[in-house]
């Protein structure tokens, strides 16, 4: 609730400091006394629009700070989380300063904010009802917030937004994978082309070392046989190195007796060298049968080299690398083809969360018409005593288009009425009487009472044009509503001025150099003289203060 409002230099207020209460708070005063700057003062607080006719005449700037007092789980300290502002206390203060240049500046608990941020907070804080005040129930974006708290269906609205994510996720998931299908089924032919050409060529890691190095051999096949035969001439024949050696062989042999064991290590010697040029002999035909080869088989490793580089070389990959990239073009040929039953699927998935949703919306639907029947029943109830019996309300909840469905569901909901038989029913904003919008906001705000977060009200002149038994009613419903809340009401009813459980009294004094503004709270003998004064005029009459007595009475019954 609101704690105290301190307001330096607007307008005709150069000071003031005003501790407030809970329950019904009435302000009352002579017409032009002031009533209407305390509403401009506190407006600037909660983020209004800054004029510079505001400031006082002759003051560089005004101030205007407001102290609030909220429950740590009330929805303001979620905003000021949100904005990285302290929140660890109950209190909230607003304050705005003016230049007199127009410029503004806001702070929130003394930290500097933005006042858009100002605006927000104060929205949560203060609902202000007035001719020409249009937030709170009047502003149709507050509607649907409004039916949805009356009807006291959180459960199922908070379903039905759960169901509005999971329908979306589904949706944009299987857009994805239809996306993603479409451009594999763009190059799904190539694809296949691709693969085709390196299944046929059947590539192995390691071919290509091993084709390069055949190829080398291929190419010195001519000259290697030259060598081998050559190598074969002078190790055989008559001339060759084997028949020298045999010839070394007998001659050492016939010396051998005499010689007394002197030549037995070259005889044991010359016999390993005929044996290892006879290894070597065979091992040169082996060689030299290895080289009869096929005249063309050089053509071809060539042709299988050159064509493994040409298709490493188009696929931008070493031709080691031929191999893995068959394999990555295999599955992604096996992966579009599962693609096309995976968007099924999700497709399938989608339709069903699409299913859930519209049928969470359909019973988030039939509450809201179930409210929306109580809410028109309890406000049309409201109406008659406050001489509006004539006058319809109807919520109205219209269907959308699925391009315009939320998490919210399925329809928009806004407010109608009709103050005059004959009239057709319009948006709450057109009222034309002011009395008549602010009677029509406390019907609805009793109906809604017990379901709005905003913790202070207040009522620009709620019993504008009206008297008697009217205003003896309006005075006891805002009693009512300041049983659970707290109210502000700017009045000049004595009927209403009656039923407050404060009461301050607003008027203009004259300083040492301008009039000025004062605002007074009264005890009860000084309220009792103010309701007289207002039931009587400028001179207070005996029978007006029994009057004022007998309406205070009246109001404690």
């Not at 205007?64 to 789980?73: D, I």
């Not at 249009?134 to 974006?141: E, I, K, V």
């Not at 008549?436 to 977060?453: D, I, N």
């Not at 309406?551 to 019954?557: D, G, P, V």
């Amino acid at each position: 609730m609101l704690l105290g409002l301190n307001i330096h230099d607007v307008v005709l207020i150069d000071h003031l400091s005003l501790a407030l209460r809970p329950g019904l708070c009435v302000l009352t005063g002579e017409t032009g006394a002031g009533k209407s700057i305390l509403l401009d003062a506190l407006g600037l607080a909660l983020g209004k629009r800054a004029e510079s006719g505001l400031v006082r005449p002759g003051a560089q700037q005004a101030a205007v700070s407001a102290e609030f007092s909220v429950g740590l789980n009330h929805p303001a300290h979620a905003i000021l989380r949100e904005a990285g502002l302290d929140s660890e206390g109950e209190a909230i203060v607003l304050r705005r300063l003016v230049g007199a240049d127009g410029r503004s500046r806001a702070f929130i608990n003394d930290e500097p904010a933005s006042v858009g941020l100002l605006r927000e907070l104060g929205d949560s804080l203060v609902e202000i009802q007035g001719q020409f005040e249009q937030r709170g129930l009047l502003d149709p974006a507050n509607h649907r917030m409004i039916l949805d708290a009356f009807a006291e269906h959180s459960g199922t609205r908070h379903a039905l937004a759960q169901a509005w994510r999971d329908w979306r996720e589904a949706e944009q998931t299987e857009a994805e994978a239809a996306q993603r299908l479409a451009a594999s089924r763009d190059e799904e032919d190539l694809l296949r082309h691709h693969l085709a050409e390196l299944d046929s060529l059947a590539p192995a890691p390691d071919e290509e070392e091993q084709l390069a190095a055949r190829r080398s051999l291929l190419q010195s096949a001519e000259r290697l046989a030259e060598i081998l035969s050559e190598a074969t001439g002078e190790l055989d024949g008559d001339a060759g190195a084997q028949a020298a050696l045999a010839r070394a062989a007998r001659r050492l042999d016939r010396a051998r007796e005499r010689a007394q064991g002197l030549l037995d290590d070259a005889i044991a010697a010359t016999e390993r060298a005929a044996a290892e040029t006879v290894e070597a002999l065979t091992a040169l035909e082996t060689a030299a049968r290895s080289l009869e080869l096929d005249p063309r088989e050089l053509e071809k490793v060539e042709e299988r080299l050159f064509a493994l580089r040409g298709a490493a070389r188009k696929h931008q990959v070493s031709v080691a690398d031929l191999a893995g990239l068959r394999e990555r073009m295999t599955a992604e040929l096996t992966e579009i083809e599962a693609g096309a039953e995976g968007v099924e699927h999700l497709a399938r998935a989608t339709a069903e969360a699409r299913a859930r949703f519209v049928a969470g919306a359909e019973a988030v639907s039939r509450e809201r018409a179930s409210a929306a029947a109580r809410l028109d029943a309890g406000v049309a109830a409201e109406l008659k005593p406050l001489r509006l019996n004539k006058a319809q309300f109807r919520t109205v909840l219209t269907p959308l288009a699925e391009a315009d469905w939320s998490e919210h569901g399925c329809e928009r909901v806004h407010f109608e009425v009709a103050t005059n038989p004959g009239a057709g029913l319009g948006p709450l904003a057109r009222i034309a009487s002011g009395g008549e919008l602010s009677r029509f906001m406390l019907a609805l705000k009793l109906v809604l009472s017990g379901t709005s977060s905003v913790p202070t009200l207040i009522f620009d002149e709620v019993d504008s044009g009206i008297g008697g038994a009217v205003a003896a009613a309006v005075g006891e419903r805002l009693q009512r509503l300041g049983a659970d809340l707290q109210v502000l009401v700017v009045t000049h009813s004595p009927q209403v001025a009656a039923r407050g459980a404060h009461h301050w009294r607003v008027a203009k004094q004259q300083a040492e150099r301008a009039t000025v503004t004062r605002v007074e709270e009264l005890d009860p003998d000084t309220r009792q003289e103010e309701i007289a004064r207002m039931l009587s005029g400028s001179t207070v009459t005996a029978e007006a203060r029994a009057a004022a007595a007998s309406l205070i009475e009246s109001a404690r019954a």
